[in-house]
């Protein structure tokens, strides 16, 4: 029995989850189906609860009014305009009714589908800036897929749950194949992938969390520089066990260039 040689892209999906989520990670999220925020809900749905107590206090008001009035053509109208008033109250109930209900299992399920998401834009997104390449694989032989294949080109899709793409005819001579992804340079790529959760950076090895942190750094004070003499020992600081080489290799690695420019000043 020989060693395998790729991972199918579904399992990428998978291990790429459990990297970003850790124990949040449940397994079911590449089946998930979209869902949409409740957040997005909330703000579909205020409208229309303000528009039905508009409606309310209008009513109300018409029924007054009614009461306090013998004049029959005056009464007429505003029993005319109560039923319009009712009837878009019962168009407004309908279109509340219409929206789902925001219960425990409709956050889970959302939750679940961001995961999804998201997972999905790292793999993808790898995928078509070229940092690796997924193959078109029938039997043993197989067919590099291009990176701009993933960035949307017509006639091209993949199926995350099947491991499945379906090439444009005008490139391959064959339309469709098993994607899959060389496991030497998946698993390269998966080591710079940061986790999104702490559970998941808790399970990093303490130079993968300093990295983790040291990336995030980067990101959040990309024209000031903290100094090299500044952020190694800073490292060690949070990072117990954390070599002087060791953070060294990571300034030396992710640190911008201009951060590295000599005679640069921290903070500058």
């Given at each position: ?45 205020a409208p229309l609860v303000q528009a039905i107590a508009d ?178 020992p800073r490292m060690q600081e949070l990072f117990p066990g ?26 500058s």
């Open positions: 029995m020989t060693d395998r040689l790729y991972f199918f892209l579904e399992e990428t999906f998978d291990m790429l989850g459990r990297r970003l989520y850790g124990s949040e990670w449940t397994g079911n999220e590449l089946i998930a189906v979209t869902v949409e925020s409740p957040q997005a809900i909330e703000e579909k749905a409606a309310n206090a209008e009513i109300v008001a018409a029924q007054d009014e009614i009461a306090s009035t013998v004049d029959a053509a005056k009464v007429e109208t505003l029993t005319a305009r109560i039923t319009d008033l009712e009837n878009r109250r019962g168009q407004l109930h309908s279109e509340q009714n219409d929206l789902p209900l925001l219960t425990e299992s409709y956050t889970t399920s959302y939750e679940l589908f961001e995961r999804h998401r998201v997972t999905e834009e790292h793999l993808i997104g790898a995928l078509a800036s070229g940092a690796m390449r997924a193959w078109a694989m029938r039997g043993d032989n197989g067919t590099g897929i291009h990176a701009r294949f993933w960035r949307g080109e017509k006639g091209f899709a993949y199926y995350l749950d099947l491991s499945l793409v379906v090439l444009p005819l005008t490139e391959y001579g064959k339309r469709r194949g098993t994607a899959k992804i060389r496991i030497t340079d998946f698993n390269a790529w998966l080591e710079s992938v940061t986790p999104i959760t702490e559970d998941a950076i808790a399970k990093l090895s303490v130079e993968e969390q300093a990295t983790a942190w040291f990336k995030q750094e980067v990101a959040a004070n990309q024209n000031k520089s903290p100094g090299r003499k500044n952020i190694v954390l070599s002087e080489r060791a953070a060294l290799q990571i300034w030396q690695q992710h640190a911008p260039e201009q951060w590295k420019e000599p005679g640069r000043r921290p903070g």
